[in-house]
Protein backbone atom coordinates (compact mmCIF):
# COMPACT_ATOMS: atom_id res chain seq x y z
CA UNK A 1 0.00 0.00 0.00
CA UNK A 2 2.79 2.41 1.12
CA UNK A 3 4.50 1.68 -2.21
CA UNK A 4 1.41 2.72 -4.50
CA UNK A 5 1.16 5.79 -2.62
CA UNK A 6 4.70 6.63 -2.81
CA UNK A 7 4.02 6.47 -6.59
CA UNK A 8 0.88 8.14 -7.11
CA UNK A 9 2.83 10.85 -5.22
CA UNK A 10 6.10 10.88 -7.41
CA UNK A 11 3.42 10.70 -10.45
CA UNK A 12 2.04 13.99 -9.41
CA UNK A 13 4.83 15.59 -8.29
CA UNK A 14 6.19 14.57 -12.16
CA UNK A 15 3.16 15.45 -13.68
CA UNK A 16 3.26 19.01 -11.87
CA UNK A 17 6.96 19.30 -12.63
CA UNK A 18 6.21 19.19 -16.53
CA UNK A 19 2.82 21.88 -16.46
CA UNK A 20 5.33 23.79 -14.45
CA UNK A 21 7.90 23.50 -16.96
CA UNK A 22 5.63 24.37 -19.90
CA UNK A 23 4.21 27.19 -17.59
CA UNK A 24 7.77 28.84 -17.40
CA UNK A 25 8.24 28.21 -21.23
CA UNK A 26 4.73 30.70 -21.99
CA UNK A 27 3.75 33.73 -21.46
CA UNK A 28 0.77 35.02 -21.06
CA UNK A 29 -0.58 38.48 -23.56
CA UNK A 30 -1.46 40.86 -20.77
CA UNK A 31 -2.23 44.37 -22.17
CA UNK A 32 0.41 45.85 -18.99
CA UNK A 33 3.16 43.49 -19.95
CA UNK A 34 5.34 44.04 -22.97
CA UNK A 35 7.90 41.48 -24.52
CA UNK A 36 11.19 41.93 -23.10
CA UNK A 37 14.17 40.99 -24.84
CA UNK A 38 14.65 38.83 -22.00
CA UNK A 39 11.69 36.66 -22.97
CA UNK A 40 13.65 35.10 -26.52
CA UNK A 41 15.13 32.01 -25.15
CA UNK A 42 15.87 30.14 -28.30
CA UNK A 43 18.77 29.98 -30.30
CA UNK A 44 18.56 32.69 -33.32
CA UNK A 45 18.09 30.82 -36.69
CA UNK A 46 21.00 32.70 -38.44
CA UNK A 47 19.61 31.53 -41.70
CA UNK A 48 16.22 33.23 -41.45
CA UNK A 49 16.30 36.88 -43.32
CA UNK A 50 14.60 37.46 -40.59
CA UNK A 51 15.98 39.64 -37.24
CA UNK A 52 13.80 38.22 -34.45
CA UNK A 53 10.81 35.53 -34.24
CA UNK A 54 7.93 35.69 -32.30
CA UNK A 55 6.64 32.46 -31.40
CA UNK A 56 3.13 33.12 -30.21
CA UNK A 57 -0.16 31.18 -30.29
CA UNK A 58 -4.00 31.27 -29.96
CA UNK A 59 -5.13 28.23 -28.41
CA UNK A 60 -9.30 27.05 -27.68
CA UNK A 61 -10.75 24.27 -26.03
CA UNK A 62 -14.17 23.57 -26.81
CA UNK A 63 -16.48 21.65 -23.97
CA UNK A 64 -20.21 21.40 -24.79
CA UNK A 65 -23.38 20.97 -21.81
CA UNK A 66 -26.49 20.48 -23.29
CA UNK A 67 -26.95 23.68 -25.57
CA UNK A 68 -24.09 25.62 -24.21
CA UNK A 69 -20.63 25.49 -26.16
CA UNK A 70 -18.06 26.72 -23.43
CA UNK A 71 -14.90 27.97 -25.14
CA UNK A 72 -11.64 28.43 -23.04
CA UNK A 73 -9.16 30.90 -24.61
CA UNK A 74 -5.49 31.54 -24.64
CA UNK A 75 -3.28 33.89 -26.29
CA UNK A 76 0.68 33.21 -25.72
CA UNK A 77 4.08 33.81 -26.38
CA UNK A 78 6.41 30.91 -26.77
CA UNK A 79 9.97 32.07 -24.86
CA UNK A 80 12.29 28.95 -26.17
CA UNK A 81 10.79 28.93 -29.60
CA UNK A 82 11.06 33.20 -29.97
CA UNK A 83 14.91 34.15 -30.81
CA UNK A 84 16.58 37.58 -31.56
CA UNK A 85 20.01 37.98 -33.49
CA UNK A 86 20.19 42.02 -32.00
CA UNK A 87 18.74 41.36 -28.71
CA UNK A 88 19.29 45.29 -27.91
CA UNK A 89 17.41 47.15 -30.95
CA UNK A 90 14.34 48.33 -29.33
CA UNK A 91 12.77 49.20 -32.46
CA UNK A 92 13.01 45.71 -33.36
CA UNK A 93 11.42 44.31 -30.49
CA UNK A 94 8.40 47.52 -30.79
CA UNK A 95 8.23 45.35 -34.13
CA UNK A 96 7.94 41.42 -32.45
CA UNK A 97 5.12 42.96 -30.01
CA UNK A 98 3.34 44.08 -32.74
CA UNK A 99 3.05 40.64 -34.08
CA UNK A 100 2.23 39.49 -30.55
CA UNK A 101 -0.59 41.67 -30.33
CA UNK A 102 -2.01 41.06 -34.39
CA UNK A 103 -2.03 37.28 -32.33
CA UNK A 104 -4.30 38.57 -29.00
CA UNK A 105 -6.62 40.60 -31.76
CA UNK A 106 -7.40 37.64 -34.09
CA UNK A 107 -8.55 35.85 -30.60
CA UNK A 108 -11.00 38.86 -30.03
CA UNK A 109 -11.87 38.88 -33.35
CA UNK A 110 -12.65 34.99 -32.88
CA UNK A 111 -14.76 35.61 -29.83
CA UNK A 112 -17.18 38.59 -31.55
CA UNK A 113 -17.41 35.80 -34.68
CA UNK A 114 -18.78 33.28 -32.41
CA UNK A 115 -21.27 35.57 -30.30
CA UNK A 116 -22.37 36.97 -33.40
CA UNK A 117 -22.60 33.44 -35.46
CA UNK A 118 -25.56 30.95 -35.06
CA UNK A 119 -24.00 27.44 -33.96
CA UNK A 120 -26.18 24.33 -34.29
CA UNK A 121 -25.27 21.24 -33.09
CA UNK A 122 -25.27 19.47 -36.74
CA UNK A 123 -21.96 20.33 -37.70
CA UNK A 124 -20.74 21.87 -34.59
CA UNK A 125 -17.39 20.63 -34.66
CA UNK A 126 -16.16 21.44 -37.94
CA UNK A 127 -17.63 25.09 -38.37
CA UNK A 128 -15.98 25.64 -35.67
CA UNK A 129 -12.49 24.28 -36.96
CA UNK A 130 -13.53 25.86 -40.11
CA UNK A 131 -13.86 29.22 -37.69
CA UNK A 132 -10.98 28.78 -36.04
CA UNK A 133 -8.74 27.60 -39.21
CA UNK A 134 -9.87 30.84 -40.79
CA UNK A 135 -8.84 33.38 -37.81
CA UNK A 136 -5.40 31.28 -38.19
CA UNK A 137 -5.40 32.19 -41.61
CA UNK A 138 -6.43 35.43 -41.63
CA UNK A 139 -3.50 36.16 -38.59
CA UNK A 140 -1.05 35.11 -40.78
CA UNK A 141 -1.81 37.10 -43.85
CA UNK A 142 -1.82 40.12 -41.35
CA UNK A 143 1.70 39.26 -40.06
CA UNK A 144 2.87 38.99 -43.51
CA UNK A 145 1.47 41.92 -44.83
CA UNK A 146 3.09 43.77 -41.72
CA UNK A 147 5.98 42.51 -42.02
CA UNK A 148 6.04 42.96 -45.80
CA UNK A 149 5.30 46.81 -44.73
CA UNK A 150 7.55 47.50 -42.32
CA UNK A 151 10.82 45.50 -44.08
CA UNK A 152 13.02 48.38 -43.08
CA UNK A 153 12.66 48.52 -39.36
CA UNK A 154 14.24 52.04 -39.66
CA UNK A 155 10.71 53.33 -41.06
CA UNK A 156 9.73 54.19 -37.39
CA UNK A 157 6.91 56.08 -38.53
CA UNK A 158 5.59 52.91 -40.54
CA UNK A 159 5.99 50.82 -37.16
CA UNK A 160 4.29 53.64 -35.33
CA UNK A 161 1.28 53.62 -37.47
CA UNK A 162 0.87 49.91 -37.36
CA UNK A 163 1.16 50.00 -33.79
CA UNK A 164 -1.54 52.64 -33.59
CA UNK A 165 -3.85 50.40 -36.09
CA UNK A 166 -3.38 47.38 -34.19
CA UNK A 167 -3.78 48.74 -30.50
CA UNK A 168 -6.82 50.52 -32.02
CA UNK A 169 -8.55 47.51 -32.89
CA UNK A 170 -7.83 46.35 -29.77
CA UNK A 171 -9.54 48.87 -27.85
CA UNK A 172 -12.23 48.81 -30.39
CA UNK A 173 -12.81 44.88 -29.68
CA UNK A 174 -11.80 44.91 -25.87
CA UNK A 175 -15.53 43.54 -25.05
CA UNK A 176 -13.88 40.36 -26.11
CA UNK A 177 -11.07 40.80 -24.00
CA UNK A 178 -12.24 37.29 -22.29
CA UNK A 179 -10.81 33.83 -21.71
CA UNK A 180 -13.92 31.99 -21.48
CA UNK A 181 -17.20 32.56 -23.45
CA UNK A 182 -20.63 30.22 -23.26
CA UNK A 183 -22.57 30.36 -27.01
CA UNK A 184 -25.95 28.80 -26.83
CA UNK A 185 -25.85 25.63 -30.02
CA UNK A 186 -29.07 25.68 -31.68
Not at 19 to 40: E, I, K
Request: glycine share 2%; charged share 25%.
Amino acid sequence: MKIGIYIFMLSCHLFCCAVNAQVADTLLWQSDRSLHWMDYKGAPDYRSHFDALTHSEIKYKVSVHRALARFDFVTFFMKKSSWTKHSQDPVLLKHEQIHFNIAELHKRLFIQILYTRNLYFDGFESEVKRLGDSINMARNKMDDKFDADVSNLRDVMKINRWNREVTDALDRLKVYNRNSILVAIR
